[in-house]
């Protein structure tokens, strides 16, 4: 199973993502993560993507898809995968749809949790005081937010025209919200 998981900052895509992870055996490929150990390793890819990172901007395109195009070939990706955080741009998720086409692949589901934007910006706030993370700071939410909402957003569009989209209320508890997810994607 390859699947899409979509949704604004602090929607719980990463929580999610860990549970999909195990239920159904998938490579869990957060970009976000990725760029982290790039950092952290102090790669040339890690030095390029810091300066968007710290103020939240998006990395740009072809870093990202010379990134994923490059890992979704490894082998450990042969018995699915879920991308998460990725794509967050349409000529991103145009160039990940050319990418699975050279392959012979294709797409099963882009599954997107929505919720309150008041909520998430209060979920994500409670986040940066535990994880520390420099771009959970509410200046740098509120732009990635808005960052969302003009670039990610229409990704949305792109995959419902597919007939690949699913729309999950992502307010509730985690294991409500993972039924949610099981029940789409088993159907
Ligand atoms: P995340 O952990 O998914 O919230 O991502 C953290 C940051 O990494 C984002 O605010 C972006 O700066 C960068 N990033 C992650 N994925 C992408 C992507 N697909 N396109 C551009 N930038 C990304």
Request: hydrophobic letters at 35%; glycine letters at 10%.
């Amino acid at each position: 199973m390859r699947i899409v998981l979509m949704g604004p900052p602090g929607a719980g895509k990463g929580t999610q993502a860990a549970l999909l992870e195990n239920k159904y055996n998938l490579i869990h490929l957060s970009t976000g993560e990725i760029l982290r150990k790039e950092i952290k390793e102090d790669s040339s890819l890690g030095h390029q993507a810091k300066t968007f990172m710290d103020k939240g901007q998006l990395v740009p395109d072809t870093l990202l898809l010379e990134m994923m195009e490059r890992r979704l070939k490894n082998p450990d990706c042969d018995g699915g995968y879920l991308l998460d955080g990725f794509p967050r741009t349409i000529p991103q998720a145009e160039g990940l749809a050319v990418s699975l086409d050279k392959l012979d692949l294709s797409l099963d589901y882009a599954i997107s949790l929505f919720a309150d934007e008041l909520e998430l910006v209060y979920r994500l706030v409670l986040r940066g005081k535990n994880s520390g993370r420099s771009d959970d700071t509410p200046d740098v939410i509120r732009d990635r937010q808005r960052i969302y909402w003009e670039h990610t957003a229409p990704v949305l569009g792109f995959y419902r025209s597919k007939g690949l989209l699913k729309e999950i209320d992502g307010i509730g508890s985690i294991d409500e919200v993972f039924n949610r997810i099981v029940d789409v994607v088993e159907k």
